[in-house]
């Protein structure tokens, strides 16, 4: 069996690694072709995710990044139409939400490949958001959907998507965070930081169109993290979406920016932090696996069973209110988390079910 994969932001890489390991335990019962879109490029933003997690180097690099939506999405959907009628794969694998999964989708499905959704089913209902857009397009082209909880299961009934293609999984990012954070070490870099901070430090991280767009609401996730820091250790590191965004903002002495992170860098400061505050719906999760406090600067989410658990709160954009909540609530022990993301077998599950169909 002939699998393309498509991937192109930084989420996307962690998890294909986990699919990729997968297909390569099962021997040569599948080949599997990677395309990259190009769509995340700096090197801390894609290289050091292939370099780290083993990920196998693409077999086509798209190099489209930036432009509209619309451009890149269209760039992307032309180039990898002729990816595929080179390649004709029995299964294009996409993967969450974004631009590039929107436009593997689509190119598959207009060539009657068959396209397999991994991280189907998540719906904000907030159709301002071009990742809810993403979603639901790819969802509605995918001949297998891999959802990660019931939840999914029960937004996709609502869609009239209902049947044996809907195939319940578990969350491949938990087999990552598994896996991976019994290899992770930090780098010199956050381990000195980590030292000299004392301890108990929150980890930041704000990228979401809806923050960065909206100069008011990124002031004021930006101030309440300055804010916080003034009592505790906080790091931020800046996706290029939000430096851009931020111009000519100085930071407080107090808080630490840093480039983005590497994987392993991410899991080392999420194990040893007192919480989390993040737009990021991979991190929300991340926060939950290590048994960490999360605020969600936003006003929904896709992983509502956090919020349902108490493991997570929603806060918006609202200084005086994530200031506050970051007192109350991060620090908390919240003691053994349950298994809402499955066993940290979705992968396995995903080879099985393609390897049937
Ligand atoms: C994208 C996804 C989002 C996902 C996020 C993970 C869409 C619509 N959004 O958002 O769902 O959570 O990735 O990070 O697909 N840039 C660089 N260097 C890079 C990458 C980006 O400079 O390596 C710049 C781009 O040129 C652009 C901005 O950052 O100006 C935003 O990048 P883009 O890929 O459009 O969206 P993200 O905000 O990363």
Not at 20 to 38: D, L, P, Q, Y
Not at 95 to 109: E, H, I, P, V
Not at 190 to 211: F, I, K, P, Q, Y
Not at 268 to 297: I, M, N, Y
Request: with cysteine; aromatic share 6%; proline share 6%.
């Amino acid at each position: 069996m002939k699998i393309v994969t498509v991937v192109g932001a930084r989420p996307q890489f962690v998890k294909a690694a986990v699919l990729s390991r997968a297909f390569a335990a099962r021997g040569g019962a599948i080949r599997e072709v990677i395309v990259h879109t190009g769509q995340h490029h700096d090197p801390n933003m894609s290289d050091v995710f292939f370099e780290e997690m083993r990920l196998p180097k693409p077999d086509h690099h798209l190099g489209v990044a930036g432009g509209s939506h619309g451009e890149m999405t269209g760039r992307m959907l032309e180039k990898l139409e002729r990816v595929l009628l080179e390649e004709r794969p029995d299964w294009v694998l996409v993967y969450g939400d974004t631009n590039s999964t929107l436009a593997g989708a689509l190119a598959a499905a207009k060539l009657q490949i068959r396209v397999a959704h991994v991280e189907s089913g998540l719906r904000s209902y907030n159709r301002a958001m071009p990742e809810e857009v993403n979603r639901v397009m790819a969802d509605h082209v995918s001949s297998l959907l891999f959802v990660p909880t019931p939840r999914a299961v029960e937004n996709l009934r609502e869609e009239g998507i209902a049947g044996d293609h809907v195939v319940p999984v578990g969350d491949v990012m938990f087999d990552a965070a598994r896996h991976y954070a019994a290899l992770a070490t930090p780098s010199p870099a956050v381990r000195d930081w980590m030292a000299a901070s004392g301890g108990g430090h929150l980890v930041a991280t704000v990228h979401r169109a809806e923050n960065t767009d909206d100069p008011a609401r990124l002031a004021a996730i930006l101030g309440a993290l300055g804010d916080i820091s003034a009592t505790r250790p906080v790091v931020l590191p800046l996706h290029p979406r939000t430096r851009k965004a931020a111009g000519a903002w100085s930071p407080p002495a107090t808080l630490h920016v840093v480039e983005p992170l590497g994987y392993l860098d991410t899991l080392c400061l999420l194990r040893a932090s007192a919480g989390v505050l993040t737009d990021s719906g991979g991190l929300q999760k991340e926060a939950f696996f290590f048994g960490k406090p999360c605020l969600v600067l936003r006003s929904e989410t896709e992983w509502v069973e956090l919020v349902d658990g108490g493991h997570a709160r929603l806060v918006g954009a609202d200084r005086a209110r994530i200031v506050s909540e970051a007192a109350a609530f991060l620090g908390r022990d919240l003691g053994e988390a349950p298994a809402l993301y499955g066993d940290g077998r979705a992968g396995e599950r995903i080879v099985e079910a393609l390897l049937r169909a």
